[in-house]
Every structure is written in structure tokens, then in C-alpha cells.
């Protein structure tokens, strides 16, 4: 599996760090919303098909990349810097494609 | 008389074999059904088994969508095993062990369980300490566990590197001798012989496309072979839950999909007599009894449905292998292949009543279900027909992720690539 790295071109998947699920939505620090941390931290959409998904670059650059990979065919339709981006909503396969 | 006995072996060699019964009917879904068992997987079978067995309740079905023993159960490496920390995974865990060791006798069907012990290695001594910590807290519950000095290690398995110049240096290991291997087809034909004998219905190529509802209740399922009504659904797909449940209305669970990979060589003679695991990596290997050595490492790592794994996974499995083992660096490897686990938020399963009324979900195996099959297939019929969840099982509810009580026997914490 290559992924294509903003910065540094189609590079080998073992260069990478998997972070998960992307479409988790991280309560601001202060928060008291119990169901809020919950969701964040144990709930998945771990879905058949199309995933939003954040990975680094470890091995390369170190930045944090939203990615949309189809977790049957591991087919990658998009990748983009996740900068500054805690909340990663769920967006369609066409947006943010590089 | 039982149906498998050296004198129906003797009467059918000598009539030609012509005279056995196919091991399970092929029924058609009937209308309606007390249980619907989702899944024909080792754990959907045994829960069939054992309501029928140990309650009663023969009007059931196990809907399968593929063949029987084409998910995890006939995928995995066959490793059965206790040698858990937390009280919650010991009981349960050793419980499924004491099953196990009467499994055969309990089907009248070889399944081939063999208590060749397993041997976790370590190579620090910190690494040590902490498995002494495992193994006494394990004999505390009355689980067999003992510390092996690295010279009983050599004389147990000659072929590994004991010597101080191994690239990581074995300096003991933690020994369950009760634990072992089974064949795992055998447990998927035995239990299904035995539930479809006591009228149970094991439905093949159906597969569940959503849920009958009345309100909020589950009184039912469509299938690809029409629709089939019953007072409760029980769900037992492992790898597919996220799926399944979806189709529930349910749309996030504690659970992400993760592909594993195993391996078989070719056969080789005698080699290793027990199961082996590697501590500073993910390896572990024991042999068939047809010579080949089975093994396999981590999972791939990332959210996977594919069934199949990735060539680092293979680069980082051999690695391992030959660091133990420098002497198999020619051996060559006969087939590889991947299974869906499903893999928990604590690395611990789910057994529990609900989450919606009339449904029962059994689910979270990661890629340590096979030892938990005839267990699990056991409480959760407790479960369904008693409406309650066992002693046994009573930890392992789906709310405990939101309640704080998550069972994280290895401290990882809610990344389920690590579990
Ligand atoms: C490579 C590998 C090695 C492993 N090694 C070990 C080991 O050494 N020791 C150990 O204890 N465990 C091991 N495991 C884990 C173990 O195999 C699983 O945890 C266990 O088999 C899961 O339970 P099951 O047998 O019921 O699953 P499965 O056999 O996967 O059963 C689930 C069934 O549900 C069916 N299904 C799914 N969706 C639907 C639907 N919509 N309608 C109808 N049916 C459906 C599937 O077709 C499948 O047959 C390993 C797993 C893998 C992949
Ligand atoms: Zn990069």
C-alpha cells in the first residue's frame, strides 16, 4: 500500500503511523461531557467501505494526514494535512482530493 | 450408542462407507424460529449447541451467509490457552480450558485437543517479573502456571537460540501445560453435528440483509433466503459486528475490524512440542500434527475487511521467527491467509443481553476467540435463554466502556491495534 505524503510524494505504508479513526469528534480539554469523552475515546464507525482516517508520516515529514482509504480494497482516494484540524467530520470521497 | 465409536468405524469399513450420515441436514429456513443464532462461526455454533444441550431450546437456527468454518474458525492458528492477569478473563478463560479438555468425549467427536502447553518467552528480566506477576496471579485463581529457567527451555525446545548472543536473549518463560491446540474444523463439524442431532437448524448461504422490527424490538430477520421471525436474535459474526449491528439502526460499537495473518510451512519432522510465543515482538508458532509449523505475528494495523494481509506483516513475521529460530531460514513457507477480528476497545469480549429488546450480541474476540469457543457458545446460551448473563460472563456488558469498567488484561488502553 503507497501513500501518497503532501510533502514527499507516494511512499510505502510502513513508513506510516495509523491514528484511527478520523471522523471522532475530541471534546475541548475542559469538558465535563462525560458522553461526549466516552464517544470520543471508545466509539467507532469502523465501516466496510470508504474510511476517514488520520495517519502520520513518521518515517518522512511527521505530518498528520486525513485520509480516505475503502478498507475492503485499501484503495486511497484522498489524502490531506490534518493541520489544525481536531474534528475531522465525515466528508464525501471528491472534497479535499489533492 | 454413539454415533462415532470404533465398532461404527469397524460396521461402516466393512459396508463400504456407504452408510454414514451427512454430519448436518441441509434444511430450508422454516417461517419462525424460538432463537435466531446470526453467524455459523465456532461461537454461533456452540451457542446452538449448548441452548440445546443445556437448556432445551431446540427450535433454533443458525443462519450462516457463507459456508460453515468459512470465517475465523476455520482461519485461526488454534492456540487454546488461560494464562490471563485480570480475575474477569481467568474465570472465563478457565472455564472454557475445563470444556475443552472434555470436548471430545462431551461431542463424540475427535476435535483433536492436544495439552501441549504454551511457553510465553522472556528476554528481559523485567519481562520476567512481570510474567511471575501473570503466573501467581493466575495460580491464584487455581490456574496451572509455572516460571521456566532458560536451561529447562533449551531441553524443552532444542531447536531455539539460548545463547547470551541471541539477538534478544531468552532469560525464562511462563508455562501453561494445560494449554494446547485443537483442530479447529473438527470443533466447527462437531459442535454443528451436535446442535443440528438435538433439531437445531443450521442454515448455510443465508445471510442476514437486515432486522424485523416492532417499535424498538427485534422480532426477526430478512435474509437472503426470505424473511424468518423469532422471539430472540442472538448476533455471533465476530469480524462483521460493526456491520451486522448497523443494520440494527446501531451505527458506532467499541469495535474496530483488523485484518491477522497467519502461516504454515511445509511439513518438517518433530520439531517443536508446544506452543511458542516470542516477547519482544508479536510471534508465536507450534506444529501441526501433519509437520507444518503454523505461526503468526501482529495484525496488519489499520481498519481492514480485506481477508487478506499485507507483505511488511509477512517481512515482520519471518524476522521474528528466524531471531528464535535461525535454524528455519530455508524452510519454506506453504500458504498464508488472513481473517477479519473483530478487535475490542480493551482487548476483552462482549457476551451480553441486548443492546435492543430480543437481541443478544456476542462479539469483541479479537484474535483470541478460538480458545474462548465452547465458553462463550456456554454462557451466551445462558444468556439468551435465561435473560441474564452468567457469573461467567456477567463482566463482559457493552455499556462497560462508557461506565469505567473496562477489562484491560494487557493495559494498552482504547487502541485496538495493541490488544
Ligand atoms: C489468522 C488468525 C489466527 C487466529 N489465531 C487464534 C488462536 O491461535 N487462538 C485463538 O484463541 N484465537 C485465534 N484467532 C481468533 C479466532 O479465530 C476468532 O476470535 C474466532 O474464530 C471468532 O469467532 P467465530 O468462530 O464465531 O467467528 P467466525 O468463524 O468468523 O464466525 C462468524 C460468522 O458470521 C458469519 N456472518 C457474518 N455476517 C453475516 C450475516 N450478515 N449473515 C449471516 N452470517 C454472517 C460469517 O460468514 C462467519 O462465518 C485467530 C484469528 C485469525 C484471523
Ligand atoms: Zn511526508
Redesign the pocket.
Known sequence: MLITCPYCGPRDVIEFTYQGDGNRERPQPASQNLDAWNAYVYDRLNPAGDHNEIWQHSGGCRAHLRVVRNTLTHEISSVAFARGDHKVAARHKAEGKT | MAEYSAFSLLKNALTGNKDWKPAWRKPAPKASYDVIV?????????TAYYLAKEHGITNVAV????W??????????????SNYLLPANTRFYEHSMKLWENLSHDLNYNVMFSQRGCLNLAHTPAQLDDFARRGNAMRHLGVDAELMTTAEIARLVPALDVSATARFPIVGGLMQRRAG?AR?DAV?WGYARGADRRGVDIIEN????GFLRDGDRIIGVT?SRGEIRARKVAV?????TG??MR?AGIDTMPIESH????FVTESLKPFIDT?LTFGMGHF?MSQSDKGGLVY?GDLEGYNSYAQRGSLPVVDEVMSEMLALFPGLARVRMLRS??????MSMDGSPIITTGPLPGMYL?CG?????????PA?GWCFAWTIAKDEPHAFNAPFTLDRFHRGLVIDDKGQGATPRLH
Open positions: 446470526i453467524g455459523g462461526g465456532g461461537h454461533g455454533l456452540s443462519l450462516e451467509k457463507g460453515l468454518g468459512s470465517g475465523n474458525v476455520g482461519r485461526n492458528t488454534t492456540a487454546v490457552r491446540t479447529h466447527a443465508c445471510e442476514v440483509t435474509t455471533a459474526v465476530a469480524g462483521s456491520q451486522v443494520l485484518v491477522l495473518q497467519a506452543v508465536y503468526g491467509w488472513g481473517g477479519v477480528c473483530d456476542n474476540w479479537c484474535y483470541g476467540g478460538f480458545k474462548a469457543t462463550s
